[in-house]
């Protein structure tokens, strides 16, 4: 490995460490992204449950807040409840906003890594070509097999930087589509408790 990095020179450097910032960015996202964490199951069942039985104080609304961003949303609709409907579907819109926000940190770096790697491989491998030219230009051609031992040292730095652009690439989209099924899940949700509360008060108000 370490003989790898020499023969590719010194802009194999800033390639290992986009590796190693993709590779953080990766880990830190698949474990905060996990759909158990922004939108547990059953989170609509319980604070309807809450609702129903009178339970939900300002302890519970605190539990909800801090327990996932699914939560944080739900919140929001239940702060607006007694503004109308309009309201609560407007907090739903402006809280979802800030928690895709949240989710989305990091992804715009894991993108501009999976972009420059192969820039910088194919920067490493003109720098080597320009120098196997020059050797060329005062030496001559000189033994062939050196020669390409020289074009394929240079070539390394290609090879490594799309080597850790191709799956930064790939977790970049996945992870993306991963946040626009969670947000997309979150306001169905909350749009259903907006449409819970909207009938329970038009049946209070007939009642």
Not at 158 to 169: E, K, M, N, Y
């Amino acid at each position: 490995m370490l003989e790898l990095v020499k023969a590719g020179g010194w802009l194999m450097v800033p390639i290992i460490i986009c590796s190693v910032l993709a590779a953080a960015i990766c880990i830190e996202r698949l474990w905060t992204l996990k759909p158990s964490r922004i939108a547990p199951r059953h989170t609509l069942a319980m604070v309807w449950g809450w609702l129903k039985k009178g339970e939900l104080d300002s302890k519970r609304m605190k539990e909800l807040r801090q327990g996932s961003p699914l939560g944080e949303i739900l919140a929001a609709v239940l702060v607006n409840h007694r503004r109308g409907r309009e309201a609560m579907k407007a907090s739903v819109e402006e809280t979802a906003g800030q928690v895709l926000h949240e989710m989305e940190r990091y992804l715009t770096a894991l993108g501009t890594v999976a972009a420059i790697a192969p820039l910088l491989g194919l920067l490493g491998t003109v720098i080597g070509m320009i120098e196997v030219f020059n050797v060329i230009r005062f030496e001559g051609t000189g033994d062939p097999n050196q020669l390409a031992g020289g074009i394929s040292e240079a070539l390394i730095t290609t090879a490594t930087g799309i080597s850790v652009a191709i799956p930064a690439l790939i977790f970049h989209r996945f992870l993306t589509r991963r946040v626009d099924d969670l947000v997309l899940t979150m306001e169905q949700e909350a749009n259903k408790l907006v449409e819970l509360l909207n009938a329970d008060d038009e049946q209070q108000e007939a009642s």
